[in-house]
């Protein structure tokens, strides 16, 4: 997604939408008439077999990755049992491919969807010292940016050939 400007938002800002507290807005969403998660396609560093996956440069924790299911669908339930099993593996090997790049002490996943009808899971990589060690992420909160000048370019090259080279 890009915010005006052509600036890449932080990908925490899946938040945008007004959500379920709107309900005419929420609508929208559910039905995917609006559903601007969907627009992000167009900034994918990668496509998988079930959803695309979205970086950005002013994410809130280094190798912080986000994954797109790639058809309008709100909940896990919402999917066939065809489309469960292949985005767990697409879950999977965004995982891998993430902890083979930053080598965090633990990732955590987080599945929400209250202010972004669209299904997606943010991969949050935690490290020792990390600016959240000893509690949960929150994006909101996050000093940025995450990485060092050039070190953002080096995780999506690095992540793209990962993706590219786990596919064969």
Not at 50 to 67: E, F, K, M, N, S
Not at 85 to 111: C, H, T, W
């Amino acid at each position: 997604m890009r915010a005006a400007g052509g600036q890449h938002p932080p990908t925490s800002t899946l938040t945008f939408m007004g959500g379920w507290t709107n309900p005419a807005e929420w609508e929208r969403q559910l039905n995917g008439a609006d559903c601007r998660v969907c627009r992000s396609r167009q900034d994918a560093i990668a496509e998988l077999a079930t959803a695309w996956v979205l970086v950005g440069p002013d994410d809130p924790i280094r190798g912080y990755v986000c994954l797109v299911f790639s058809r309008h669908a709100i909940e896990l339930h919402d999917l066939t049992e065809a489309e469960g099993s292949g985005f767990m593996r697409d879950i999977r090997r965004l995982s891998a491919a993430i902890a083979e790049i930053v080598q965090p002490v633990k990732m955590n996943y987080e599945i929400h969807g209250n202010s972004a009808a669209h299904l997606h899971v943010h991969f949050f990589p935690r490290y020792v010292g990390d600016q959240f060690e000893g509690g949960p992420i929150n994006p909101n909160a996050a000093v940025r940016p995450a990485y060092a000048p050039g070190e953002f370019e080096a995780f999506r090259a690095r992540l793209r050939a990962t993706l590219r080279s786990s596919a064969a």
